[in-house]
């Protein structure tokens, strides 16, 4: 598929899985644009023979301004064509990384404070767990905080940026199990290892969970990137999904 045909099947399923998120996005180019200075933004991934099902996305809390945050993620997809993949690969983005996101411009998702990660204050989009037999790891990972658990590892890594994105994939079953943090699209490995050595379920059939996090910096008199107002604090709000990766 030519480049430009992998941006369009892209922005399609983008502007699908926004709308779902209550988000109107439309096409400008290379970008979508969304509400206030939001904005989407593609570029190509490295495929290293993935098949093509690879997506690298940010979503632009200030568009326009050149130190304003973007929040880059890659997900992969699954499906017997190329389209099916881009399709489920930005799925899986929407539903956990770009929630996270909306979750901080509109005040809904999942917030909290913790004293292990003083000064910053947590945004988590919602989990999803896929693969076979997902109960014992959905409930595993829907009883806790990660973010206090990785708090060690992940606050050296933190830039001196007012958000931080932290996407947390792990999974698989008992004897082949993986376990990745990535703290700003760039792998932690202290915190890999970190998340690696927690009591996740290891069952016989393989199962994932993926996740993401937004440390925001904690400054009472700084706007919320892309808000006119800083949004409301909600706690305990989290939402929980099954789905193919």
Request: aromatic fraction near 6%; hydrophobic fraction near 40%; charged fraction near 25%.
């Amino acid at each position: 598929m030519r480049p430009e045909e992998r941006l369009a099947v892209i922005q399609r399923a983008a502007v699908r899985e926004l709308a779902r998120l209550g988000q109107e996005f439309t096409a400008d180019g290379p970008l979508l644009r969304g509400p206030g200075t939001t904005a989407v933004a593609f570029r190509e991934h490295d495929e290293h023979g993935t098949g093509g099902g690879h997506v690298d996305l940010g979503y632009v809390l200030r568009l326009g301004q050149g130190d304003a945050p973007v929040i880059w993620d890659c997900a992969a997809g699954v499906g017997g064509t190329e389209v099916e993949r881009l399709d489920s690969a930005v799925r899986m983005w929407a539903g956990t990384t770009a929630s996270a996101v909306v979750g901080l411009l509109t005040g809904g998702g999942d917030h909290y404070d913790a004293p292990e990660l003083p000064g910053w204050h947590v945004v988590q989009g919602p989990a999803a767990v896929f693969g076979v037999d997902t109960d014992p790891l959905f409930d595993w990972v829907a009883e806790r905080d990660l973010g206090p658990v990785l708090a060690a590892a992940v606050l050296p890594e933190l830039a001196e940026r007012q958000v931080n994105g932290v996407k947390l994939f792990f999974g698989g079953k008992a004897g082949d199990d993986v376990a990745e943090v990535r703290i700003n699209g760039t792998v932690c490995e202290s915190a890999s290892t970190t998340l690696r050595a927690l009591d996740w379920p290891r069952g016989e059939r393989l199962c994932w969970a993926r996740l993401f996090l937004l440390l925001v910096a904690e400054h009472p008199a700084t706007e919320t990137p892309g808000q006119a107002e800083p949004p409301p604090r909600r706690s305990r709000l989290g939402r929980w999904w099954r789905g193919r990766r």
